[in-house]
């Protein structure tokens, strides 16, 4: 009952808040749902804790302990030969994400209660909020592909309706559709290959499919014919689901919809970006490593994909100014690093980086949202400074979360930040791996470091450093980027509520209070886990191959050749990643401390790459003239020409018209005088005499 109470919890309190928030009000709702969501999280540490420091999973029925657990709850399909079972599969893999899905989804529900006190509409929020966690826990202990497609789509919903909470801002309403549509082209490819895959493995369940795989290693890889080309039919699989693995994750091409996301409430987007949605792409590509292991080209496509996004996300969030945003690139940035870990073989180093990434990606998103909740919603980091003042406490949270993206510690040592140890893993593994594709990789990743320092400690220099640089304090202290006003006056300040400002008279920094209590806890849990996550759960997950091996237990893929081969590295390579934090640390500090004009005169000396990073690459743009417009052209031109010619003109008012043309002869019949009526009644009885008559053969 463990396991379905870690699942099903989430769905009661989404049911309860949902269909019964208005009866009984919004506290017991936001009570209901979070106490479901905290029970929850405590039960999957209680999984979890026998995986990392005992002997294995708890068996579900009392059976000692297991690599895999499953817990049957229904018969789902049953069509032909083929019967379906919901099954609730627990493995090492889901042990880690049901302790990361609960534990970042309960902190934020214990946070929102603080951050949405204000909003009329809060019980149907929680009720999202429960929602999208279930729909992420369908998704990790999925035993097959059917159920995972389930929990994908589960999250592509939920993520629609969180994004587009506040669906009177048009803003917001805009970027709930794109997130729904830039995801189902992802999801499109990511069904293909669920097709695929049943078609050439034969099997629907995870285990049947793994060991048909593995059966290719003596009978040969299967081929498939498409036109005049003969295809690897596993390749065409893997690129597929990796497809959906990109909208979900993010991944450059696919993720434009990421940055908009931001338009939903702050603690929508520590949910979505360090828990779910994002990390559902890393978790597929994980489960299924068995999989991508028959496609080294598939995995070249990965690393690819990943190294580029590291370093693209990186460039853009060097110019941000809306603090959600950069911290939302910087989650970009990241999952390319996963997918690197991923396609190089190093599995247990993505996973690893997912795990430590939720705690200190949900602590920046949170500590972000007490600092916009401190400034009365604002966003624009332009119009902050000196907070560190106003607000010590967050401030110390949010150094701490910054410490742990930008991965300080020290090589070779069980002293750093979590993601010191899971980055720097990816990076080594990367190197490792060789060859230009991984050269690549490795480069992309260290200069990726460096701007994630670089962007990570403007954010704090700008936000809490300095003198205050909102409207009423704008004479007291030169602003940093003196430029960015004429570059970028068609980018206005983001709220995040859109609420006023709670009738408080002055500055909005003169007003800035520190944020209650129950927005704080969150916060030092959430500290802890990004200060301890790593150095304690490193040797579990990539110390070496024996111990990852009794970890993990066969729930995925372990490549010893990179494993070893990543802790053999030249000692440079241990270290460059350090060396690139240090450097992005000193010129953040050098040109929004020592010479804060700097970065205006820079932007106005090279006016195009800075609007080329400002405007992410003018992939929007792109994107509107490529398919866009096209596609409301399409629309409006030609099928609303269509619709109006044919349907209503040809069909609809034709029809009408018609029916109008008879009805207005049959009118002609009611004359309204009676003898009328009663010359048509004798001349209807004498018709039908004369029937009767010659029918009954009477003449």
């Known amino acids: 009952m463990i396991i379905q109470a870690i699942v099903f919890l989430p769905l009661i309190g989404a049911l309860v808040a949902g269909l019964l928030g208005r009866s009984i009000g919004h506290r017991p709702s936001e009570f209901i749902t979070t106490g479901l969501l905290l029970i929850a999280a405590v039960l999957s540490w209680y999984v979890f804790i026998p995986v990392a420091f005992g002997d294995g999973l708890v068996g579900a029925a009392g059976d000692g302990h297991a690599a895999v657990v499953k817990v049957e709850v229904m ?131 995870f285990d049947g499919a793994f060991h048909a795989a593995d059966e290719f290693a003596t009978t040969g890889l299967p081929v498939i014919q498409f036109l005049n080309w003969q295809l690897d039919a596993m390749t065409v699989v893997c690129l597929l689901l990796f497809m959906g693995a990109m909208g979900k994750s993010a991944q450059f091409l696919l993720h434009t919809w990421l940055p908009d996301a931001m338009e939903g409430p702050t603690p929508v987007s520590a949910l979505i970006h360090a828990a779910t949605m994002v990390t559902a792409g890393v978790f597929m590509v994980a489960r299924l490593s068995p999989l991508f292991e028959t496609s080294p080209f598939a995995l070249t496509v990965v690393i690819v994909i990943g190294a580029i996004t590291a370093f693209f996300a990186a460039t853009v969030g060097l110019v941000q100014n809306d603090i959600k945003r950069v911290i939302a690139y910087s989650t970009c940035s990241q999952l390319g690093y996963m997918f690197v870990a991923l396609g190089v073989g190093a599995y247990s180093a993505g996973v690893f980086h997912l795990f430590t990434h939720a705690f200190f990606k949900a602590l920046l998103f949170l500590g972000a949202g007490a600092v916009i909740h401190a400034m009365h919603h604002e966003q624009d980091m332009r119009n902050m400074g000196g907070l560190r003042k106003k607000i010590p406490i967050t401030y110390a949270m949010m150094m701490i979360g910054t410490l742990a993206l930008t991965g300080v510690g020290i090589p070779g040592t069980n002293f750093g930040f979590a993601g010191f140890f899971s980055k720097d893993a990816i990076i080594e593994s990367a190197y490792a791996y060789g060859g230009n594709v991984g050269s690549l990789a490795f480069w992309l990743l260290v200069i990726a470091a460096l701007f994630t320092s670089f962007y990570s400690w403007r954010l704090v220099h700008l936000t809490f450093h300095g003198s205050p640089r909102d409207a009423q304090h704008a004479g007291e202290g030169p602003h940093p980027d003196p430029a ?56 579990m997950f990539f110390h070496d191959v024996e111990h990852i091996e009794h970890f993990f237990a066969g729930s995925l893929y372990i490549d010893h050749e990179i494993i070893e081969g990543a802790h053999h590295v030249p000692l440079w390579v241990k270290w460059s990643a350090s060396i690139a934090m240090i450097i992005g640390f000193v010129a953040a500090w050098y040109m929004y401390i020592r010479r804060p004009d700097m970065p205006g005169r820079l932007a106005a000396t090279n006016p195009g790459l800075y609007k080329f990073l400002l405007n992410k690459w003018y992939f929007d743009e792109l994107y509107n003239t490529i398919f866009v417009r096209p596609a409301l052209w399409i629309g409006n031109a030609v099928w609303k020409g269509f619709d109006d010619w044919l349907v209503d003109g040809k069909i609809t008012e034709g029809l009408g018209r018609r029916v109008q043309n008879v009805t207005s002869w049959v009118v002609k019949l009611q004359s309204g005088y009676l003898y009328h009526y009663a010359f048509a009644m004798l001349i209807g009885i004498a018709a039908l005499l004369t029937w009767a008559i010659t029918a009954g053969g009477l003449i």
């Open 75 to 205: 018969r789902w399909i049953q069509v032909g030969d083929m019967d379906l079972r919901w099954i609730l599969r627990v493995d090492t893999l889901t042990a880690v994400m049901l302790v990361v899905v609960n534990t970042v989804s309960a902190l934020v529900h214990l946070y929102s209660i603080g951050y949405m006190n204000e909003d009329p509409h809060r019980s149907r929020f929680f009720a999202y909020l429960s929602l999208f966690t279930f729909a992420m826990l369908m998704l990790v202990t999925a035993d097959n592909f059917l159920q995972m497609f389930f929990g994908w789509e589960g999250v592509g919903l939920a993520s629609y309706l969180l994004i587009g909470f506040w669906y009177t801002k048009p803003s917001a309403t805009a970027a709930a559709m794109k997130a729904f549509i830039v995801n189902r082209v992802g999801d499109f490819g990511f069904a293909l290959g669920i097709f695929g895959a049943f078609l050439v493995l034969g099997h629907i369940d």
């Open 484 to 539: 960015h006003a004429a570059l970028e006056s068609h980018d206005e300040p983001i709220s995040d509520h859109g609420h006023d400002d709670h009738g408080h008279h002055g500055s909005a920094y003169d007003n800035a209070h520190e944020a209650p209590n129950v927005m704080l806890v969150p916060l030092y849990v959430l500290a802890l886990g990004a200060v301890l996550a790593g150095v304690v759960f490193y040797g």
